[in-house]
């Protein structure tokens, strides 16, 4: 091959596929033909021609003029390609196709993806929460505790990290119940905490203000304290 071959080779430039369309086309309801269709449009849009007719893109397919024109149709009746008119300044009406429902469409796909992969974290969230509540319990809970237990996730927005710190203050004071676990998130809430370190400063500060001023603990009363710690990371 010659130096000029190879640099005219050079020249000619690259086609850049999107990672996204390539794995996900099918998602889109395109067929292979469909998408080599919509590849070869980029490469004629990218050099500036960007009306080629179906006998410009059959001569780069396998298929004929007849079936790019068929091709042509579906996806501009599937929504991924357009056509739009062009006024110039002689008064010339031109047209074009246009790729941007095919982009908009592939970011709606990715967007769509995203919230469902947020939406199953969010759904396996809750069943753990469940689960770690029933196992506090001992019992399964009844359709109220769950349904308070669902609002408090639903309605009241709290974290369900926030919720399992609330579950295990109960515990470690003594009231196991539903009522005392609310009552600790409504005052949590009031007071804008949001994470398990301010969930526990409150706490400590609050076991400090209950206690007596001029009392001191006894050195068996100190040896049997239950801490505060973040059961979370055991």
Same mark, same amino acid.
């Given at each position: 091959?010659? *130096?000029?071959? $190879?640099?005219?080779?050079?020249?000619?430039?690259?086609?850049?596929?999107? *990672?996204?369309?390539?794995?996900?086309?099918?998602?889109?309801? =395109?067929?292979?033909?469909?998408?080599?269709? /919509? $590849?070869? =449009?980029?490469?004629?849009?990218?050099?500036?021609?960007?009306?080629?007719?179906?006998?410009?893109?059959?001569?780069?397919?396998?298929?004929? #003029?007849?079936?790019?024109?068929?091709?042509?149709?579906?996806?501009?009746?599937?929504?991924?390609?357009?056509?739009?008119?062009?006024?110039?300044?002689?008064?010339?009406?031109?047209?074009?196709?246009?790729?941007?429902?095919?982009?908009?469409?592939?970011?709606? =796909? /990715? $967007? @769509?993806?995203?919230?469902?992969?947020?939406? @199953?974290?969010?759904?396996?969230?809750?069943?753990?929460?469940?689960?770690?509540?029933? *196992?506090?319990?001992?019992?399964? =809970?009844?359709?109220?505790?769950?349904? #308070?237990?669902?609002?408090?996730?639903?309605?009241?927005?709290?974290?369900?990290?926030?919720?399992?710190?609330?579950? &295990?203050?109960?515990?470690?004071?003594?009231?196991?119940?539903?009522?005392?676990?609310? &009552?600790?998130?409504?005052?949590?809430?009031?007071?804008?905490?949001?994470?398990?370190?301010?969930?526990?400063?409150?706490?400590?500060?609050?076991?400090?203000?209950?206690?007596?001023?001029?009392?001191?603990?006894?050195?068996?009363?100190?040896?049997?304290?239950?801490?505060?710690?973040?059961?979370?990371?055991?």
């Amino acid at each position: 091959m010659k *130096k000029d071959d $190879m640099i005219a080779w050079f020249e000619q430039g690259s086609v850049s596929i999107p *990672k996204l369309l390539f794995n996900h086309y099918s998602d889109l309801g =395109l067929d292979e033909t469909e998408f080599m269709m /919509l $590849m070869h =449009l980029n490469v004629f849009i990218d050099s500036g021609e960007s009306f080629p007719t179906p006998h410009d893109l059959s001569a780069k397919m396998s298929v004929s #003029t007849t079936k790019c024109m068929e091709v042509l149709r579906n996806l501009i009746q599937k929504g991924v390609l357009t056509i739009e008119q062009l006024d110039d300044s002689s008064s010339v009406i031109s047209e074009q196709y246009s790729l941007k429902p095919l982009w908009r469409k592939l970011i709606n =796909l /990715l $967007m @769509q993806e995203n919230q469902n992969e947020v939406q @199953q974290e969010q759904e396996q969230e809750e069943i753990n929460l469940y689960s770690i509540f029933e *196992k506090e319990f001992g019992r399964p =809970l009844s359709p109220f505790e769950c349904e #308070t237990l669902a609002m408090w996730v639903d309605q009241d927005h709290h974290d369900p990290l926030i919720i399992k710190t609330a579950l &295990r203050e109960s515990v470690m004071s003594g009231k196991l119940n539903f009522r005392y676990i609310d &009552r600790i998130l409504f005052e949590w809430k009031k007071n804008g905490i949001k994470t398990i370190d301010q969930a526990r400063a409150h706490s400590q500060k609050f076991r400090q203000h209950q206690q007596p001023k001029n009392q001191k603990p006894s050195q068996s009363q100190n040896s049997s304290a239950v801490p505060f710690f973040n059961w979370l990371e055991q």
